[in-house]
């Protein structure tokens, strides 16, 4: 083997093992999408782009498009030159910059209508170019919490609207639920009710990182020693203010009797 094939096997094997030939550009979002931002924090967007050797970036666009509808609103955010660190944000909410084949594109102050389909756009000096897209929504309060039951699997199941990553916790008389109440299912929305009789007041509390709501199930009431208690302590209280108020009557006759006999007495003492 002689010294220029030694060479030439060398620069395949280093073309080979270069994740995109010469000329070729490849560009991903490194944020898992769909992404949910709450509204009035910052949305930070990052893209990697990885070229070839002979290639050269002339320039990088952020756009953004409306996830559904019928407008086909594409708008531009910033446009970035190849070289240079600075992008060009075409308003004052948006900034970007591009550090080490980093492209990132901030949006300060993140609003409804930020939601879309964003896209960065690499345009090499050829004018071919690559495109990655990320899926951007708001992320929502948790709404319309409701509890209804079925009746056939002695379980109840709670719901909610479009909260975004909505966690679910049960109670059972305001304490959290015990294997003696019942079990949740995995992902927390149902109950299957094992306690025996179904009894009681059964709550779901929804929460996300905005807060929490929630909406309850009242079956019938249990009958606890706790309640046997309490019924019988006002029982004991009623009877003693019966027997109370009996012999208060009979002393306040025996008395009235009393004194009108001696009344009696001393009247007829004068008329004789
Ligand atoms: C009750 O739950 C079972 C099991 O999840 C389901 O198959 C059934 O359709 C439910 N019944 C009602 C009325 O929702």
Redesign the pocket.
Same mark, same amino acid.
């Given at each position: 083997m002689d010294l220029r094939c030694l060479l030439c096997c060398r620069v395949a094997l280093l073309l080979l093992s270069m994740p995109c030939g010469l000329y070729c550009m490849s560009v991903h979002i490194l944020n898992e999408g769909p992404m949910y931002v709450i509204p009035g924090s910052p949305l930070i967007l990052e893209a990697r782009i990885e070229q070839g050797p002979l290639e050269e970036i002339s320039v990088v666009t952020w756009e953004r498009e409306p996830e559904s509808g019928v407008a086909p609103g594409r708008e531009t955010l910033a446009t970035c030159p190849g070289k240079g660190s600075e992008c060009a944000g075409t308003s004052p909410n948006v900034s970007g910059n591009m550090q080490h084949q980093v492209a990132t594109l901030r949006i300060h102050r993140y609003k409804s209508p930020d939601s879309g389909v964003y896209a960065v756009t690499v345009t090499d000096h050829r004018g071919v170019k690559t495109t990655a897209h990320c899926i951007i929504r708001m992320y929502e309060a948790v709404h319309h919490v409701s509890v209804s039951i079925?009746i &056939?699997?002695s &379980?109840l199941i709670c719901g909610e609207s479009w909260g975004t990553d909505p966690h679910f916790n049960w109670l059972h008389e305001k304490i959290a639920i015990t294997q003696s109440v019942g079990t949740v299912s995995k992902d927390g929305s149902t109950l299957v009710v094992t306690m025996k009789p179904f009894c009681g007041h059964f709550t779901c509390v929804v929460s996300n990182k905005l807060g929490y709501s929630s909406a309850s199930f009242t079956a019938a009431p249990c009958e606890t020693e706790g309640r046997g208690t309490t019924v019988a302590v006002v029982c004991l209280v009623l009877l003693l203010m019966l027997v109370g108020g009996v012999l208060a009557f009979l002393l306040w006759r025996r008395h009235r009797h009393n004194s009108r006999g001696q009344w009696l007495h001393e009247h007829l003492d004068d008329t004789i």
């Open positions: 079925n &056939s699997h &379980s």
